[in-house]
């Protein structure tokens, strides 16, 4: 069974870190683009930022280069998410997925691309 589970999430203070895990089960990430997106109350899924099924392309949402880092250890299957420097408006739960489409080497920005989710976990950052 084809299943990813999100993990890490939780309140920190404006300015923390928080580190997320997806951990995939029934498929191998690694053959696949994945990608991390995130929605707010009241607001539209948004990619945070993607991977190539190769890993050697990535994509980051405007708002979070220079402060998240997207990575995947093959040997655990997990794709990771490491946010630094966090603002409030990054409150959102976040939701890994995986598409099982071929982007030519590259990953896709947009949430209709991807065919498998996790649960989501929730981050919250107080001021």
């Known amino acids: 069974q084809l299943q990813l589970v999100e993990s890490g999430g939780g309140l920190v203070q404006f300015g923390g870190s928080l580190r997320l895990s997806c951990a995939a089960s029934g498929f191998t990430l690694s053959l696949h683009p994945i990608g991390w997106f995130r929605q707010a109350p009241g607001k539209e899924r948004e990619v945070v930022s993607c991977?190539?099924?190769?890993?050697?392309?990535?994509n980051y949402a405007d708002s979070v280069k220079g402060r998240f880092t997207i990575s995947r250890d093959n040997t655990k299957n997990t794709l990771y998410l490491q946010m630094n420097s966090l603002k409030t408006e990054n409150t959102a739960v976040y939701y890994c997925?995986?598409?099982?489409?071929?982007?030519?080497?590259?990953?896709?920005?947009?949430?209709?691309?991807?065919?498998?989710w996790g649960q989501g976990t929730q981050v919250t950052v107080s001021s």
């Open positions: 991977i190539s099924n190769r890993g050697d392309s990535t």
């Open positions: 997925a995986g598409s099982s489409k071929n982007f030519q080497g590259m990953c896709a920005t947009t949430p209709y691309e991807y065919h498998f």
